[in-house]
């Protein structure tokens, strides 16, 4: 028997080795131990790279959800500008088209107020020269009934005249153009006069009055209806700079007239169409086929 286990000894030491594991495990595996020096160093050692791992895995999640809800949130802030800058461009136009809508109601009702049918029309150019602008393009023209030598007018006030008209448009020269000249009457104290045009900047000049003439600063002037252009009672302006000079051997009064209307803010006109007289159709026509003043 000895022999047999010399000649066998490896196999039977292995299976010993085999067998107490087993038996261990079958009488004490339920039950737990205590764990011994090598367990503690396992854990101890293992502990602080689980955390590190966990802490890496965990920051990673993090910032790929970060990312992603950041990209989102970007996406809708963009969006949210673009609807905001549509519901602004929506705002802009709805409140130009209620102004629009005013202006062109108060025409309406001027229009109604006045036994002439005015012609709306709406400025679509200015017509600039070396010195400052003397006409604006409107875009209404003869196929309108628009003809050269018209009042233009506003409801506040007198604008200018037509200076040439075509099919589809016409150009206004304006009441500060020095070439113009318009008879007017004080509206309070009746006094004649004709106002004179000095340029865009300028009010316009109240000529032909005298010293004794009873003109005072801010008196309304109108339109005297006696230039063959304007019919009378439109509004020019109001007497501003009263003064009196010596002309010879006869002391003259001027007084300046602020116009009533600014026709570098304006956007549509009413063009008056009165019949004219032939002298003043042939001197508008004249007048047309020259062009604008330079």
Request: aromatic residues 6%.
């Amino acid at each position: 028997m000895f022999s047999i286990f010399k000649r066998h000894r490896e196999l039977f030491i292995v299976s010993v080795l085999l067998l107490f594991p087993f038996i261990t495990y079958l009488t004490r595996g339920h039950k737990g131990r205590e764990p011994n020096f090598v367990d503690r160093t396992v854990v101890w050692v293992s502990s602080p790279l689980a955390r590190l791992f966990t802490w890496v895995c965990d920051g990673i999640g993090d910032g790929v959800h970060g990312y992603v809800a950041l990209h989102h949130a970007r996406e809708g802030e963009n969006a949210c500008k673009v609807e905001l800058a549509q519901a602004h461009e929506k705002e802009n136009a709805l409140e130009e088209a209620a102004a629009e809508n005013e202006r062109l109601r108060a025409y309406v009702r001027y229009a109604q107020a006045t036994p002439e049918e005015e012609i709306v029309a709406r400025i679509i150019g200015l017509n600039p020269v070396s010195q400052p602008v003397v006409s604006f393009r409107v875009n209404r023209g003869e196929d309108e009934g628009v003809r050269a030598g018209m009042p233009v007018v506003t409801p506040e006030g007198v604008v200018g005249k037509v200076l040439r008209a075509t099919g589809a448009y016409a150009d206004v020269t304006l009441l500060t153009e020095p070439s113009s000249k318009i008879g007017v009457i004080d509206q309070r104290s009746r006094v004649r006069g004709t106002a004179t045009g000095m340029g865009p900047k300028d009010p316009l000049l109240f000529e032909n009055i005298t010293r004794v003439d009873d003109v005072v600063e801010g008196d309304p002037i109108v339109t005297a209806g006696s230039d063959g252009v304007f019919p009378p009672g439109l509004k020019v302006g109001r007497v501003s700079a009263v003064q009196k000079q010596q002309t010879g051997m006869m002391m003259m009064m001027t007084a300046g007239i602020v116009p009533a209307v600014d026709p570098m803010h304006l956007e549509e006109v009413l063009v008056v169409p009165v019949l004219l007289s032939p002298a003043t159709e042939s001197e508008a026509a004249a007048q047309a086929r020259k062009g604008p003043v330079k």
